[in-house]
Nanobody, 122 residues
Framework: VQLQASGGGLVQAGGSLRLSCAAS????????MGWFRQAPGKEREFVAT????????YYADSVKGRFTISRVNAKNTVYLQMNSLKAEDTAVYYC????????????????WGQGTQVTVSS
């Protein structure tokens, strides 16, 4: 599967952005999808994950209550709605896919998108 992330940009603190990740290839609905981010000088970190049916989601503590992951299998797309953005949310955001079970470790994901830059000004 190939992944293409989009929707990043520059936003003021307290604002919102919605990231999209479009997947090509077969059987998108069978994949667990995740969002990760990497800030300058820092390691990549887990943000959120969603299972194939959207019945299960999981978030990093740092974004819980502010970010929402969702997917529309008919559109082969996963979303990350980001509200109440903070300067510390500034990073390149990546979407990723894996089979079977949800995971919070990037090394467990098999496919990665190219990343989209999110910059939050304070």
């Amino acid at each position: 599967v190939q992944l293409q992330a989009s929707g990043g940009g520059l936003v003021q603190a307290g604002g919102s952005l919605r990231l999209s990740c479009a997947a090509s290839g077969r059987a998108f609905s069978s994949y667990v999808m995740g969002w990760f981010r990497q800030a300058p000088g820092k390691e990549r970190e887990f943000v959120a994950t969603i299972n194939w049916s959207s019945s299960s989601t999981y978030y990093a503590d740092s974004v819980k209550g502010r970010f929402t992951i969702s997917r529309v299998n008919a559109k082969n797309t996963v979303y990350l709605q980001m509200n109440s953005l903070k300067a510390e949310d500034t990073a390149v955001y990546y979407c990723a896919a894996k089979i079977l079970y949800a995971a919070v470790t990037g090394s467990e994901y098999d496919y990665w998108g190219q990343g989209t830059q999110v910059t939050v000004s304070s």
